[in-house]
């Protein structure tokens, strides 16, 4: 583990201790991190694997998106959420993540010619550069991303840039730690959501069509609770 890495070790309820952590230390730890929790765990092994991201699947089914669509995969990881679009047809797919190890895992996994087929973004959300000027696109998808942004800051960056590349009439997913979930997640403290909370960061251009909270069962055999939302974009 990186040593400027603090483990939690306080009372997520008392925000002052992490926040103070997440301003001071994480700023320039993140990629790290997240590249280190990819580089030493087995893909199978990690704690947000889904052999099969069915909740997402079948949000993403209901779009009805055209194969050649724009679907934006923030933070995915080495998910195989890709992989399930690629067997669908989906044509025009983007994976995005902060840590090209992660990326690197899911392009291995894949092979030369699937991960030619898909565009690669290693870049913050938080802090864009690349991904600001994307396209508009058709679908934003986040699992398990969003909720590791707690400083307002942040949160607002996200959104913004939400905001600025999803199309009139397209669709966002997200899903996070619901308010019974956990209050951490691979060493690092989570903000959590309900599906009001994130209609109040979307803001009235975006409707929600449906939210449902899932347990989603770690390779170890925990659980934790996530709620899952689909927004259109209206205007
Ligand atoms: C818990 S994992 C979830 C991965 C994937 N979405 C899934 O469902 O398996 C969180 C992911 O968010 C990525 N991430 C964290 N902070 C990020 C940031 N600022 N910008 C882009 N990706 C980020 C991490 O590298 C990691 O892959």
């Known amino acids: 583990m990186n040593e400027n890495y603090k483990p939690i070790s306080c009372d997520i309820n008392s925000r002052s201790c992490c926040s103070s952590f997440t301003e001071v230390k994480l700023e320039k730890d993140f990629k790290s991190h997240w590249d280190k929790a990819y580089e030493r765990t ?9 052999i099969m991201p069915e909740p997402s699947l079948l949000l993403i089914d209901k779009c009805k998106l055209s194969k050649n669509a724009a679907l934006l995969n923030v933070g995915a990881g080495a998910s195989t959420l890709v992989d399930e679009l ?12 902060l840590s090209s190890s992660a990326l690197n895992k899911l392009k291995a996994r894949l092979g030369e010619e699937k991960s030619d087929n898909v565009r690669w973004i290693v ?54 730690f619901n308010l019974n979930g956990a209050t951490n997640c691979s060493g690092l403290p989570v903000h959590r959501y309900n599906k009001e909370m994130l209609q109040e960061k979307l803001g009235a251009s975006f409707e929600l069509l449906e939210a449902f909270d899932y347990t989603y069962t770690m390779p170890s055999g925990s659980l934790r609770e996530y709620v899952y939302t689909l927004f259109k974009r209206m205007k």
């Not at 087995?42 to 889904?50: C, F, P, Q, S, V």
């Not at 690629?86 to 993540?97: H, P, R, S």
């Open 123 to 176: 870049d913050d959300l938080t802090r864009p550069t690349v991904l600001k000027s994307l396209e508009p696109i058709a679908l934003w998808h986040d699992r398990a991303v969003l909720h590791f942004f707690n400083e307002k800051k942040e949160q607002e960056d996200y959104f913004d840039l939400l905001k600025k590349l999803v199309q009139t009439d397209g669709f966002v997913i997200l899903a996070t």
């Open 86 to 97: 690629l067997k669908l047809g989906y044509e025009n797919i983007i994976a995005n993540d």
């Open 42 to 50: 087995e893909t199978d092994k990690l704690g947000w694997y889904e």
